[in-house]
Protein backbone atom coordinates (compact mmCIF):
# COMPACT_ATOMS: atom_id res chain seq x y z
CA UNK A 1 0.00 0.00 0.00
CA UNK A 2 1.07 3.29 -0.70
CA UNK A 3 0.97 6.82 1.11
CA UNK A 4 -2.45 7.46 -0.69
CA UNK A 5 -3.62 4.44 0.58
CA UNK A 6 -2.72 4.42 4.03
CA UNK A 7 -3.91 6.26 7.18
CA UNK A 8 -2.32 7.63 9.89
CA UNK A 9 -4.31 5.49 12.06
CA UNK A 10 -3.50 2.42 9.77
CA UNK A 11 0.27 2.86 10.76
CA UNK A 12 -0.54 3.81 14.13
CA UNK A 13 -2.56 0.69 14.54
CA UNK A 14 0.54 -1.74 12.44
CA UNK A 15 2.81 -0.23 15.64
CA UNK A 16 0.71 -0.89 17.94
CA UNK A 17 -0.06 -4.42 17.24
CA UNK A 18 3.72 -5.15 16.80
CA UNK A 19 4.57 -3.58 19.75
CA UNK A 20 1.61 -5.55 22.15
CA UNK A 21 2.39 -8.73 19.82
CA UNK A 22 5.98 -8.63 21.77
CA UNK A 23 4.53 -7.00 25.13
CA UNK A 24 6.85 -3.94 24.68
CA UNK A 25 5.04 -1.74 26.49
CA UNK A 26 6.49 -1.91 29.38
CA UNK A 27 9.56 -0.59 27.52
CA UNK A 28 7.68 2.12 25.79
CA UNK A 29 7.91 5.19 28.08
CA UNK A 30 8.24 8.10 26.72
CA UNK A 31 11.46 8.76 27.74
CA UNK A 32 12.63 5.76 26.12
CA UNK A 33 10.73 6.53 23.04
CA UNK A 34 12.10 9.91 22.58
CA UNK A 35 15.91 8.77 23.11
CA UNK A 36 15.15 5.76 20.54
CA UNK A 37 13.63 8.10 18.26
CA UNK A 38 16.86 10.55 17.89
CA UNK A 39 18.58 7.46 18.30
CA UNK A 40 17.29 6.58 14.26
CA UNK A 41 17.41 10.37 13.20
CA UNK A 42 20.89 9.85 13.63
CA UNK A 43 21.64 7.02 12.09
CA UNK A 44 19.47 8.30 9.02
CA UNK A 45 21.68 11.36 9.38
CA UNK A 46 24.74 9.23 8.30
CA UNK A 47 23.72 8.55 5.19
CA UNK A 48 24.10 12.03 4.56
CA UNK A 49 27.16 13.24 6.56
CA UNK A 50 29.73 13.20 4.15
CA UNK A 51 28.08 14.41 0.97
CA UNK A 52 27.25 17.66 -0.52
CA UNK A 53 23.62 19.12 -0.38
CA UNK A 54 23.61 18.67 -3.84
CA UNK A 55 24.37 14.63 -3.67
CA UNK A 56 21.88 14.89 -1.29
CA UNK A 57 19.10 15.71 -3.57
CA UNK A 58 20.21 12.70 -6.09
CA UNK A 59 21.02 9.65 -3.93
CA UNK A 60 21.10 6.98 -6.64
CA UNK A 61 19.63 3.47 -5.75
CA UNK A 62 22.12 1.37 -7.15
CA UNK A 63 23.90 0.24 -4.04
CA UNK A 64 20.90 0.15 -2.32
CA UNK A 65 21.27 3.27 -0.82
CA UNK A 66 17.95 4.77 -1.15
CA UNK A 67 16.58 1.69 0.44
CA UNK A 68 18.84 1.78 3.40
CA UNK A 69 17.61 5.58 3.72
CA UNK A 70 14.32 4.12 3.52
CA UNK A 71 14.34 1.67 6.62
CA UNK A 72 16.05 4.12 8.87
CA UNK A 73 13.38 6.71 8.14
CA UNK A 74 10.69 4.10 8.61
CA UNK A 75 12.45 3.46 11.88
CA UNK A 76 12.25 7.08 12.58
CA UNK A 77 8.74 7.23 12.23
CA UNK A 78 7.91 3.97 13.87
CA UNK A 79 8.99 5.64 17.03
CA UNK A 80 7.52 8.38 16.22
CA UNK A 81 3.89 6.67 15.55
CA UNK A 82 4.63 4.57 19.10
CA UNK A 83 5.18 7.81 21.14
CA UNK A 84 1.94 8.94 20.17
CA UNK A 85 0.25 5.72 20.81
CA UNK A 86 2.29 5.93 24.27
CA UNK A 87 0.99 9.77 25.23
CA UNK A 88 -2.38 9.42 22.86
CA UNK A 89 -1.46 12.16 20.48
CA UNK A 90 -3.52 12.61 17.54
CA UNK A 91 -1.03 13.41 15.10
CA UNK A 92 -2.76 14.99 12.53
CA UNK A 93 -3.94 17.27 15.25
CA UNK A 94 -0.49 18.25 16.58
CA UNK A 95 0.83 18.64 12.76
CA UNK A 96 -2.03 20.82 11.64
CA UNK A 97 -1.55 23.04 14.79
CA UNK A 98 2.04 23.40 14.05
CA UNK A 99 1.94 24.00 10.58
CA UNK A 100 -0.95 27.04 11.81
CA UNK A 101 1.65 28.62 14.65
CA UNK A 102 4.97 27.76 11.49
CA UNK A 103 2.99 29.94 9.27
CA UNK A 104 2.16 32.70 11.98
CA UNK A 105 6.05 32.54 12.45
CA UNK A 106 7.58 32.53 9.44
CA UNK A 107 5.41 34.32 6.85
CA UNK A 108 5.40 33.47 3.31
CA UNK A 109 6.23 36.62 1.76
CA UNK A 110 9.05 37.24 5.01
CA UNK A 111 10.69 33.83 4.23
CA UNK A 112 10.01 33.04 0.44
CA UNK A 113 13.60 31.82 -0.56
CA UNK A 114 15.29 32.34 2.55
CA UNK A 115 15.51 30.48 6.09
CA UNK A 116 15.76 34.27 7.96
CA UNK A 117 13.78 37.39 7.46
CA UNK A 118 14.89 40.38 5.32
CA UNK A 119 17.22 42.41 8.15
CA UNK A 120 16.39 46.37 6.21
CA UNK A 121 19.00 47.57 8.85
CA UNK A 122 21.56 46.14 6.35
CA UNK A 123 20.68 47.76 3.40
CA UNK A 124 21.84 50.99 5.40
Same mark, same amino acid.
Given at each position: ???????????????????????????? /??? @????????????????????????????????????????????????????? @????????????????? @?? /????????????????? /? /???
Amino acid at each position: MTDQETTIAELRDLVHDFVDARDWHQFH /SPK @NLSMALAIEAAELMEHFQWITTDASRVIDDKQGKLAAIGEELADVMCYAMALA @NELDIDISSAMRDKMKK @NE /SKYPADEYRGRYGPEDD /S /STD
